[in-house]
Structures are given as structure tokens and as C-alpha cells.
């Protein structure tokens, strides 16, 4: 039995803890979250498993859209799988719990009850709610979700189930179940099938008007003996809905997962449309990143950061040179942030953006040293590049922030060649910033097919405009200017 609102995949990123540090992903989760703080880490597995292929993206964006659509039936939908799935989770814990243990068959058989009522009534609930929302159960992508909870559950056997869940207290004792079977070898019970159901009997009158009827047992231990077998049947009927309780766990768990992940996308949508921020569904049609910001930068401040345009369609390589502080980073970041994005079907922060799928995605950013490295910085970097190198393959991304600028700009600089001819032979895509201006001048000179070479830019005043431009690769003087400004002043 398969149940999902949409498809999932079981790859994740290979290196997803550098992915979720240098490009913010988890400060992106915790505003998808809300102030439902336990939502993050469901969000962030999603996010760490990308869709592989255009179709599958394609197919996610469907889903998300509809949920964004109708958010707030989204959000109800959220509260009630989520909560079903904790209270039926904490329900069969109890159960297995108490296998094993001196505990009263009524306890036991009360969790057992307790549990299986609590699911059947969630159960209908769903139903109802897709009932009573048509708009987007049944006209929108939801429909993948509803039908094959309907063909799982159909409304008629939902039905049913909840009318005998009413009745359940009568397993908890005082009420009647007649039951119909035989008794086999050694004692064992064989075709028992329950008959009727009827819950505890209200408190009668003891007069002579007294509808209640009774029997009287001589023996008070042929009476004990006597309830405790029926209890133990009844505890043995109910143990046989463990399977059935522990099938909707798991696809519980699942449902929770997925839309914890399309409420939260429905909330960053709505709260980020509030504020100003624009966003697009990335297209197969489209070639460039048109007015591209960098999301976990705005969610921060509020604010609307400064917007990049930069064509992407069928580019090899990118790589940013430019003076300090102009923002080449943070639109390394935009970029990072926009693909993982679109490879979980998300909107992205873009007023347009290529759809393509890229078999894994590796981030290697400058590092501040910490206590916790066992080694020198430079060897850090060269640790995690090894561990990059060895996982990427033909159609993989990797971007490179500043990558080993703790050593001499001679080794940098060999590096940087030696890791971008193999990258280009190799078919794997790097998106670079770099200080190394010889580095990049020469791979300019090379003229290497699909790599586009950005700044970042500069007034006629010199003032930082935090916006990248194609240009050629050179010496800039940006540092000169700086001394000249703060210091030349001085002499």
C-alpha cells in the first residue's frame, strides 16, 4: 500500500553537511518551519535528496504549487497528519512496550483500544477533509495523494471501521462480545470470529422493574478464571491489528514528512510574496537566471538584496573575479541556494530560472579555522577537495568559494588549473570565485568553450555595486585605490 503526495528518491548529496553550511540551508528550513521549530529537520531531509531528471522536478513543482495555492488547507492537512502520526507512533511504543510485562490484560487491552480508535478517527477525518475540499484534492496534484488514499481506504469501509471504533469500549470490560470458533489442539483458538459488540451497560435500577439481566456463578475462581480467558482472547483479537497499525506508521511517517515539507514551502511563499520578495517555478524553456537573489541573505533581513541576471543554459563553467566585499560570495550563494531549490521542486528566488537537474551538487567555501580542526587550514581545504573529487562524475556541480586562499597565490594558482582542466574534461560543472587573477587571465587566454567569466562591478566613483557584469579577466586596482583612499591620505 503506497501512499505520498509525490515521489520521492532515496540519493541524497553526497557532501549534504557542507551543502547545508555554506549555503544557509538550514536558516532556510528554520523559516519554512515557523514557529513549528520540530518541522526543520523533515524539511532539511527533503531539501538533502534531490530529483535527478527534469520529469521528476517537473512532476514535485505540481504538488508544490497546489499546495501554496490553497495554503491554508494545507497547513490543516499538515496539523492533522502530523499529529496522527505522533499519537499512533506513541500508541504502538505503548503496545510493544507492554508485551513481556506483568501488566493487567484490561491495561493492555485499553492501549490497544485507545490507539486503533485514535487511527480510524484520523483516518475519516483526512477522508472528510478531502470531501470538503474538491479544489484541491481532486483538480490540482493533491489528486495523486486523495486517490490512493481513497483506493487504500474507501470511504464505505472508513464508514464502517468508525462505527465499530465507537463501540471498542466494550473490550476495555463490563460490555458483551459474543464471539463464535472452536477450541483446538492444546487449547488454542481456531476460527474465532467476533459476532456482536455491545458496549458497557448503563447503570440500572436493582428493583423488580429492572431490565438487567444477569448470571450467577457459585465459584468465585471458576468467575476469575472465566474473565481472564475472555480477556485473553479479546487481548488476542486485538494483537492482530499490530500489522495494520504498524502499515499506517510507516506510511504516516512518510505523508508527515512530505507535508511538513509543502506546508513549509507554502509558508516561506506566502510570508516571502508579504514582503515583497518575488519568486519563480524554474523552466526547461528558460536560459538565464534573470534578477537572481540570494534568499537566506533576504530572510535575514527582510530586505530585497541587490539582484543578479547571469546566463546559465549550457554554461560549463563560471568564474567571478572582482574587488573585496563586492558581493561575489553572497551571489555564489544566490546560485547554490536557486539550484538546490529547484531540485526539490521549489519556487526559487528569481524572476526567471533555467530548470535543470545535476547528478549531485558540491560546495567548498573558505572555512574560518576552529577548534574544531585537527589540521592547518590549507589542509582542510585539500582534505575536502580530495573527498569532492572523488565523488564527482560527469554532470555534477561543484562550487568553489575562494578555495585556497591560505596559501601562496603560486600553489593556488597551479591548483586552480590543474582542478579546472580536469573538471572540463570530465564534464563537471564549476561555478568559482576566485582571487587569483593569473589563474583566471589564462584560463581566459585558453578560450575554453561554455565558461563565462563575471565581475563584480564598480561605479565610475569606485563604489561597490554588488552586481556582476561579464568581463575579461585582469589586474584590478581596486586595492591600490583603497590604500590611496585610507591611508595615502595620511602621507
Known amino acids: ?228 480467558f475472555a480477556n485473553r482472547v479479546v487481548l488476542e483479537l486485538l494483537e492482530q491489528c499490530s500489522p495494520f497499525l504498524q502499515q499506517w506508521e510507516e506510511i504516516l511517517q512518510t505523508l508527515s514528512r512530505q507535508i511538513i515539507f509543502l506546508a513549509g514551502c507554502a509558508r516561506m511563499y506566502e510570508r516571502g510574496l508579504s514582503s515583497g520578495f518575488y519568486f519563480c517555478m524554474p523552466k526547461a524553456c528558460e536560459e538565464e537566471a534573470e534578477k537572481l537573489y540570494e534568499l537566506a541573505l533576504a530572510l535575514q533581513s527582510m530586505e530585497q538584496p541587490i539582484p543578479n541576471t547571469v546566463s546559465l543554459k549550457e554554461q560549463r563553467a563560471l568564474i567571478v573575479t572582482g574587488a573585496n566585499q563586492g558581493g561575489k560570495s553572497t551571489f555564489l550563494r544566490s546560485l547554490g541556494i536557486a539550484q538546490v531549490l529547484c531540485q526539490a521542486g521549489m519556487y526559487v528566488p528569481a524572476k526567471k530560472y533555467p530548470l535543470y537537474a545535476y547528478e549531485d551538487i558540491f560546495t567548498h567555501f573558505t572555512r574560518r579555522e576552529d577548534a574544531t580542526m585537527n589540521m592547518g587550514k590549507f589542509e582542510e581545504e585539500l582534505k575536502r577537495m580530495e573527498q569532492i573529487l572523488r565523488g564527482a562524475k560527469k554532470n555534477t556541480l561543484i562550487l568553489l568559494n575562494e578555495s585556497f586562499a591560505t596559501t601562496t597565490e603560486v600553489t593556488a594558482y597551479q591548483i586552480a588549473m590543474d582542478l579546472m582542466h580536469t573538471c572540463l574534461s570530465e564534464a563537471v560543472t564549476v561555478w568559482m570565485v576566485t582571487h587569483i587573477t593569473k589563474f583566471a587571465k589564462e584560463l581566459y587566454g585558453e578560450h575554453p568553450e561554455n565558461v563565462l567569466f563575471l565581475s563584480a562591478g564598480r561605479t565610475e566613483e569606485n563604489e561597490i555595486r554588488f552586481q556582476m557584469y561579464e568581463k575579461v579577466p585582469g589586474d584590478t586596482s581596486y586595492g591600490l585605490t583603497l590604500y590611496e583612499q585610507m591611508i595615502g591620505k595620511i602621507n
Open 1 to 228: 500500500m503506497k501512499i505520498e503526495f509525490f515521489e520521492e528518491t532515496n540519493f541524497s548529496y553526497r557532501r549534504k553537511q557542507d551543502l547545508e553550511k555554506d549555503l544557509n540551508l538550514h536558516w532556510i528550513a528554520r523559516n519554512m518551519a515557523g514557529d513549528k521549530v520540530g518541522d526543520i529537520p523533515a524539511i532539511l531531509q527533503v531539501l538533502q535528496h534531490p530529483l535527478t531528471t527534469e520529469s521528476e522536478i517537473e512532476k514535485r513543482q505540481q504538488v508544490v504549487m497546489a499546495a501554496c495555492e490553497k495554503a491554508s488547507v494545507t497547513y490543516q492537512l499538515r496539523d492533522r497528519i502530523v499529529s496522527l502520526s505522533e499519537n499512533l507512533t506513541r500508541g504502538l511504543h505503548a503496545i510493544l512496550d507492554s508485551r513481556g510485562k506483568h501488566l493487567m490484560e484490561q491495561t493492555m487491552i485499553g492501549v490497544h483500544v485507545e490507539t486503533i480508535r485514535e487511527l480510524v478517527q484520523g483516518l475519516s477525518e483526512i477522508s472528510q477533509m478531502g470531501a470538503k475540499n474538491p479544489e484541491i484534492f481532486k483538480e490540482t496534484a493533491f489528486n495523486y495523494f486523495y486517490d490512493s488514499f481513497c483506493e487504500a481506504e474507501p470511504v464505505e469501509r472508513l464508514e464502517e471501521q468508525l462505527a465499530l471504533v465507537q463501540n471498542l469500549d466494550a473490550f476495555k470490560g463490563n460490555g458483551e462480545i459474543v464471539l463464535e470458533g472452536a477450541i483446538g489442539e492444546g487449547f488454542s483458538l481456531e476460527n474465532v470470529e467476533v459476532v456482536s459488540v455491545c458496549d458497557k451497560a448503563k447503570r440500572a435500577g436493582s428493583g423488580i422493574f429492572s431490565g438487567k439481566k444477569g448470571r450467577v456463578i457459585a465459584s468465585e475462581e471458576v468467575y476469575q478464571s472465566g474473565v481472564q
